[in-house]
């Protein structure tokens, strides 16, 4: 039986510096903080479609394809024969944006009111269709070479989002475009001491992008206007993955995976422009922003029990070490330290269950449910991850026709507590070297978020 079957200047230079250096950090940070899918914060938990059926929950014990190159690399040398699996998951969230209010504060709004207010409203839209539909790819390769030793390769995205709010977003100050990609190539090795043990580990490649858009509002000579601020960065970096699976019985597979944390050093581009500025000629602003930060380390725990020839189930639980992310340190290249933010984030924990039954030797019928605890706090929270704890509910099969090939497809259905957004931003400027007005912007909403996975894929054995 197949083994399917078996089982994120000039014009203020300070200021400028600030702005961008911020913005590349909060976009890599949305690389580790808010996937639009099913893991806590922006960490994607799209490297397997036939785990996708089952939540997930035997993500390091769960001997089904090739992907358990990711899931545990101790696994492949459970494998019988060497095989190929592909495919992706496409992602479609929603939020629902409710009671949005947002404003302008300064000094000078007094004079342009005749001293009636220092805060003006700001007005837009709060569509929520900020996150576009988008495809999450992958495929791994797992070759045993004989009943101890396997070897094995994957690539994948373990991070990465995006989230583009409309043009006329009410929420505009405080960000309105992130997007975040991490691509992982993972070569792997795996050996296997007797029939109840084996051990695992693989070397990790990993290549950030990222990009980030604000518009920062400023009081010119000329009146008041929005700059658009965009920085770009990436960054290459290395890590490892380390994995353990022991099965006292042929029932019973206890797994255990430990993926180490990754150290960026992004380098990036810095561009501001309005037409205001084009008109008292600054004209558009370009400068250079570099940043140091880690994606956590993570540790998953799952249990695989057959409870017959048909039927297993399958628990299992994740910590990811997010209180590494205590601040955003932003130093510059010639200046120093230009911001020290605070941010406590919390290490977070996720909960899964699942199960597996092989209605017919060809078809196999799978269902999860998984918990996903935020590491963000109500106090830092913002338009750019607006996030909270997660549900995901999920359905699969696999069909196999032939020894040789199993096609398997999986649903997700992912609904997250309601969350409050409450922002606040203070930008100042340096125009003709002259430093403008500070203006403090303002926004606050309720958000609810859900979403949609769909998810294909084909394993080849060989």
């Known amino acids: 039986m197949n083994n399917n079957a078996k089982n994120a200047a000039q014009y203020d230079a300070p200021n400028t510096y600030r702005v961008k250096k911020l913005a590349l950090a909060v976009a890599v940070t949305a690389a580790a903080f808010a996937s639009q899918a099913q893991a806590g914060g922006y960490q994607l938990n799209e490297q397997s479609v036939s785990g996708q059926g089952y939540g997930h929950a035997g993500r390091s014990s769960n001997v089904e394809d090739a992907t358990i190159v990711f899931g545990n690399p101790a696994g492949m040398s459970f494998l019988e024969r060497a095989q190929m699996t592909a495919g992706g998951t496409y992602l479609k969230a929603k939020t629902k944006i409710s009671n949005a209010e947002a404003s302008q504060s300064s000094d000078a709004f007094l004079q342009a009111t005749g001293g009636a207010t220092d805060t003006l409203p700001v007005a837009g839209s709060n569509d929520g269709d900020m996150v576009p539909g988008t495809f999450v790819p992958f495929a791994f390769y797992a070759h045993p070479v004989n009943e101890q030793l396997a070897f094995g390769f994957g690539v994948y995205a373990p991070f990465g989002s995006k989230t583009e709010y409309e043009g006329g977003f009410q929420g505009r100050n405080q960000g309105n475009y992130t997007e975040v990609k991490v691509v992982t190539a993972q070569p792997t090795v795996s050996y296997r001491f007797s029939e109840q043990w084996s051990v695992g580990a693989g070397v990790t490649y990993n290549r950030v992008d990222g990009e980030l858009r604000r518009q920062v509002p400023v009081v010119t000579p000329a009146g008041a206007t929005e700059a658009d601020t965009r920085v770009k960065g990436d960054d290459e970096a290395w890590g490892y993955n380390l994995g353990v699976i022991y099965q006292p019985v042929p029932e019973t597979t206890l797994g255990l995976t430990y993926r180490s944390k990754v150290d960026y050093s992004l380098d990036g581009d810095f561009k ?179 979403a949609h996975g769909f998810g294909a894929q084909l394993t080849y054995r060989f």
């Open 272 to 450: 501001a422009s309005s037409p205001v500025l084009d008109q008292i000629g600054v004209g558009t602003v370009v400068d250079d922003a570099t940043l140091d930060i880690s994606t956590p380390e993570t540790v998953n725990l799952s249990l695989t029990q057959e409870m017959s020839e048909r039927l297993k189930l399958m628990f299992g639980l994740s910590w990811t070490r997010w209180s590494r992310f205590d601040q955003i340190l932003v130093e510059g290249d010639t200046r120093g330290e230009i911001t020290n933010e605070t941010q406590n984030y919390s290490n977070s924990w996720a909960f899964a269950t699942g199960g597996e039954y092989q209605l017919t030797p060809e078809f196999a019928l799978r269902a999860g449910v998984s918990l996903d605890f935020t590491p963000t706090s109500d106090d830092h929270r913002s338009v750019r991850i607006p996030s909270d704890d997660r549900r995901v509910f999920s359905l699969g099969a696999g069909w196999t026709p032939i020894d040789d090939l199993t096609v398997d497809v999986a649903y997700s259905y992912l609904t997250e507590r309601s969350t409050h957004i409450d922002q606040s931003k203070t930008d100042g400027f340096t125009v003709a070297g002259q430093q403008t007005p500070p203006v403090t912007s303002n926004y606050s909403a309720d958000y609810k978020n859900k």
